[in-house]
């Protein structure tokens, strides 16, 4: 049986990404693994080594490792095959990188845990957008996070009528509509007001962005097999509807339907911990949320009132 490759996909205006991609790869053929890289980085590193990301799946890859941080994350994740990828290992090198499994300090420690297969696979959902034009439908790239839907002009609102499952729920003025994975919970959909989902969920979440106040439209969780229907009503005004803020389909016209549904397609993560449950609340609460320290004897100051 031949052996999977281990590939190496890392943020190309990152001299740090950079420089640990090439640490990475020197690694693991001292390890004796076949190293795949993804064809933008190879002349960098092994110039005849290069492979598109399209061409990676489950049959020909252990796993991928990404160096970069949530955004290098899901433009592999989007670019990998759909219907068979193999799993990521994200390694981070920005800010936050809640996607992200392991860091500068601890990949190697990480790889050797992983190369021994001494990890759990986290399995995400993804969304697809469906373009309606004349009555063809055009279907667009999948979404790991979310798909927006904005104004073209960022001085003027859209109008929007909204359905789910072909049922009208508002019809409002706004600058865009989230519609979040629970993945993408913690993304966009956070910064906008969304809820935080645990990403074992599968479900759809719609969040307004700046809805007129007399609207009524509020951020809504729907089962993950909801069709999300956004139909564009304000004339001479376009949308753009953006794909995990990766790629951009602009100036969408009005009177265009746009169609959110459940892909069929799932992405996959590298985890090192005992249960996924343990994994998420700790990147969410490292990542996130944040803690504050208090001391375990506070009390409130004592009543001087009478009691009872």
Known sequence: MEKKAISLACRMDSERAINLTKKLFEYLVKKGEIVQLETRIAPKIFPHNGKDLNEMNSKNTKFIISIGGDGTVLRVANSLSQLDPPPILGVNIGSLGFLDESNERNIFSDLNRALKGEFILERCGKITPYIIRNNEEYKLDNALNEILVISSKTTKVLLVSIKIDGVFLNRSYLDGVIISTSTGSTAYNLSAGGSIVKSSLDIMQLTPLNSFARSGLKPIILPFDSEIEIKLLRHRLDADVVIDGQKSFR?????????????????????FSKSLSDNYFRRLRKKIIGTIRVPLDDSPEEDSNSHF
């Open 251 to 271: 100036n969408v016209s009005p009177n265009t339907i746009i169609k959110i549904r459940k892909a069929n397609a799932y992405s996959y993560f590298i985890r």
